[in-house]
Protein backbone atom coordinates (compact mmCIF):
# COMPACT_ATOMS: atom_id res chain seq x y z
CA UNK A 1 0.00 0.00 0.00
CA UNK A 2 1.47 3.07 -1.12
CA UNK A 3 1.51 6.95 0.64
CA UNK A 4 -1.05 9.11 -1.41
CA UNK A 5 -0.69 12.79 -0.79
CA UNK A 6 -3.96 13.51 -2.25
CA UNK A 7 -5.99 11.26 0.34
CA UNK A 8 -3.37 12.89 3.20
CA UNK A 9 -4.70 16.21 2.12
CA UNK A 10 -8.48 15.33 1.39
CA UNK A 11 -8.77 13.26 4.85
CA UNK A 12 -6.65 16.06 6.63
CA UNK A 13 -9.82 18.09 5.11
CA UNK A 14 -12.87 16.26 6.13
CA UNK A 15 -11.01 15.71 9.99
CA UNK A 16 -10.49 19.35 10.16
CA UNK A 17 -14.26 19.81 9.28
CA UNK A 18 -15.51 17.40 11.54
CA UNK A 19 -13.15 18.82 14.01
CA UNK A 20 -14.90 22.24 13.38
CA UNK A 21 -18.85 20.61 13.80
CA UNK A 22 -17.77 19.56 16.90
CA UNK A 23 -16.50 22.70 18.50
CA UNK A 24 -19.05 24.83 16.94
CA UNK A 25 -21.88 22.13 17.23
CA UNK A 26 -24.10 24.94 18.80
CA UNK A 27 -24.45 27.19 16.29
CA UNK A 28 -24.37 24.70 13.74
CA UNK A 29 -28.32 22.77 15.33
CA UNK A 30 -29.63 26.00 15.51
CA UNK A 31 -29.21 27.55 12.28
CA UNK A 32 -28.98 24.16 10.39
CA UNK A 33 -30.72 21.47 12.08
CA UNK A 34 -33.64 22.53 13.74
CA UNK A 35 -32.05 23.96 17.23
CA UNK A 36 -31.74 22.28 20.82
CA UNK A 37 -32.77 19.29 20.35
CA UNK A 38 -30.06 18.05 17.70
CA UNK A 39 -27.14 19.28 19.56
CA UNK A 40 -26.02 15.09 20.04
CA UNK A 41 -26.97 14.41 16.53
CA UNK A 42 -24.63 17.14 15.35
CA UNK A 43 -21.93 16.35 17.63
CA UNK A 44 -22.25 12.89 16.66
CA UNK A 45 -22.12 13.39 13.13
CA UNK A 46 -18.66 15.64 13.54
CA UNK A 47 -17.13 12.23 15.71
CA UNK A 48 -18.02 10.18 12.66
CA UNK A 49 -16.44 12.51 10.11
CA UNK A 50 -13.44 12.66 12.27
CA UNK A 51 -13.28 9.16 12.23
CA UNK A 52 -14.03 8.91 8.70
CA UNK A 53 -11.17 11.63 7.74
CA UNK A 54 -8.85 9.55 10.03
CA UNK A 55 -9.14 6.57 7.62
CA UNK A 56 -9.15 8.77 4.29
CA UNK A 57 -5.81 10.50 5.70
CA UNK A 58 -4.13 7.25 6.68
CA UNK A 59 -5.41 5.68 3.08
CA UNK A 60 -7.28 2.89 5.40
CA UNK A 61 -9.78 3.47 3.23
CA UNK A 62 -8.85 1.56 0.18
CA UNK A 63 -8.22 -1.65 2.77
CA UNK A 64 -11.91 -1.80 3.86
CA UNK A 65 -13.19 -1.04 0.84
CA UNK A 66 -10.86 -3.76 -1.22
CA UNK A 67 -11.96 -6.66 2.18
CA UNK A 68 -15.74 -5.80 1.46
CA UNK A 69 -15.76 -5.96 -2.51
CA UNK A 70 -14.11 -9.48 -1.79
CA UNK A 71 -16.07 -10.27 0.61
CA UNK A 72 -19.06 -9.79 -1.43
CA UNK A 73 -17.22 -11.18 -5.30
CA UNK A 74 -14.65 -14.13 -3.47
CA UNK A 75 -12.82 -15.27 -6.36
Avoid: Q
Avoid at 36 to 53: C, E, F, Q
Amino acid sequence: MNFDFGAFFIGLLILAGGGACVVFYRPIAENLAHGVHSYDKVKLAGIIAIALGFLIMTNLHTAILTAFVKLIFPR
